[in-house]
Nanobody, 125 residues
């Protein structure tokens, strides 16, 4: 089992940047598929970016070229660097971890994931 705690959310103007962090506790952090999801009221939770245990990454089309996911296995920490933020990026962002196949962007089988409590990102125009 793994416990996840996000930080780094906040309010920023369009075009600005934020970096989210997710501190993980528990065993075998490096063996998990890790990802960032986001959700706005009334909408389904969507996968934003994922990073597999081998370091390969995937991104939703809406954030490609603007967001970068990375991890530091030594620190058991996951990151999401968000640049060129847009008002439509406003959402609650969740860190998540799952064993096995890494399909974060597909946004399926969410029941299999471990979740953090979320951190709010608000982008104003």
């Amino acid at each position: 089992q793994v416990q996840l705690v996000e930080s780094g959310g906040g309010s920023v103007q369009a075009g600005g940047s934020l970096r989210l962090s997710c501190a993980a506790s528990g065993r075998a952090f490096s063996n998990y598929c890790l990802g960032w999801f986001r959700q706005t009221p009334g909408k389904e939770r969507e996968g934003v970016a994922g990073i597999a245990s081998d370091g390969s990454t995937s991104y939703a089309d809406s954030v490609k070229g603007r967001f970068t996911i990375s991890k530091d296995n030594a620190k058991n920490t996951l990151y999401l660097q968000m640049n060129s933020l847009k008002p439509e990026d406003t959402a609650m962002y969740y860190c998540a971890a799952v064993r096995g196949a890494c399909a974060v962007v597909a946004g399926i089988n969410l029941f299999r994931y471990y979740w953090g409590q979320g951190t709010q990102v608000t982008v104003s125009s």
